[in-house]
């Protein structure tokens, strides 16, 4: 089977490449997708693969059902693109300006088509269903993951498990990544204005300054992470925006901040967002202002099913050959494939985007980000050999 697999990949790596510039030239931001998703059911319907669009507005949800009954795998691909303006000489270079597909989605797209292709004209060679899933919005608030679930795309029947890949440019194409437990973190978003009473720099006395004030908060919520939370619960809290529209002899009447707290404990997690905010107030307040905190909660942590993610490093190894397969650290990034993760057994593994020869690519979410196309053959090949695998397999 794995030969099989092999040379229908070969087989469709011009098309898949073809796919996946169009897809990259013609980037959508977040629940905007409406394009891109035509595009993804145009394919489809071309293929004659039955699918359902408009779930939570852009998302594209089907099956392909096997030679037999048998159990149900379910596989995800995001589709929306980043507020980025391209830097690239490439034809294939957006032409939306503004927007870019920095993070890799494009790639997931254009992988799954291949893996549904590859799975419709295997279907005689395995037993099950695969259920596939084009997701919009995996970079906003509220995560169209969670959309995608409340409108039922993991019931009628529940799967058995989902699999999700993300473009990882410390690997070369042709190999992956893989944990088990715990991956990666939750992530809420921070946002909190400090009031004060503005006026002249030179004569303080008659101002409550927001900015001593701001800088007395930020330093204090540090003693979240290193005084509150266990060394054994990884943590970070972070702030990345800070707006004091005064000037050299001018006191603003408030100051704006904004940050990130991550976590991998739902239970500490949330006796955190207690405690950030409890202390900010009570800060503001005993310097004479006034803190309004606006906490919005993110995507949870994300959390790699023990069972099913050993069944799909496996799989990768008997695929690629185990000097291809390494074993992932913690990240403190977040991925709403993580509410997935919450309901029904899951793995979220990593593809190797950078060059054959080992050469480094540009991060994800920079303007230069691209990736060695050889991966999209390691892209639709190992997800369709995943779902394969896991519905022959005997329990």
Known sequence: MIAKIKQLSEELLDEIISIRRHIHQNPELSFEEFETAKYISSILKNWGIDHTTGIAGTGIVGEIKGMAEGKMIALRADIDALPIKENSEKPYCSINDGVMHACGHDVHTSSLLGAIKILNNTKENWKGTVR????????????????????????????????GQHVFTDLPAGKVGF?????????????????????????PQYNIDPIVIASHIIIALQQIVSRNASPTI????????????????????KVEIEGTFRTMDEKWRGEAHKKMIKMAESI???MGGKCVFDLRVGYP?????????????QAAVNYLGEENVVELPLRMSAEDFSYYSQVIPATFY??????????????????????NEDALLTGMGLMAYHAISFLNATD
């Not at 190797?352 to 050469?359: C, E």
């Open 284 to 286: 503001a307040e005993g």
């Open 132 to 163: 596939f899933l084009f997701q919009p919005g995996e970079e906003k608030l509220p995560g169209g993951a969670s959309l995608l679930i409340k409108e039922g795309v993991l019931k009628n029947p529940v799967p058995d498990g989902i699999v």
């Open 179 to 203: 944990r088990e437990g715990l991956y990666m973190a939750s992530a809420d978003e921070i946002y909190i204005t400090v009031h004060g009473q503005g006026g002249h720099a030179a004569m």
């Open 350 to 371: 990593r593809l190797g985007t950078t060059d054959a020869d080992g050469g480094t690519s540009s991060p994800v979410h920079t303007n230069t980000f691209d990736i």
């Open 301 to 313: 942590f994300l959390k790699n099913d023990i069972a099913l993610t050993k069944h799909c490093r």
């Open 234 to 253: 990884p943590s970070v809290l972070s702030f990345g925006k800070v707006i004091a529209n005064g000037a050299t002899n001018v006191i603003p009447d």
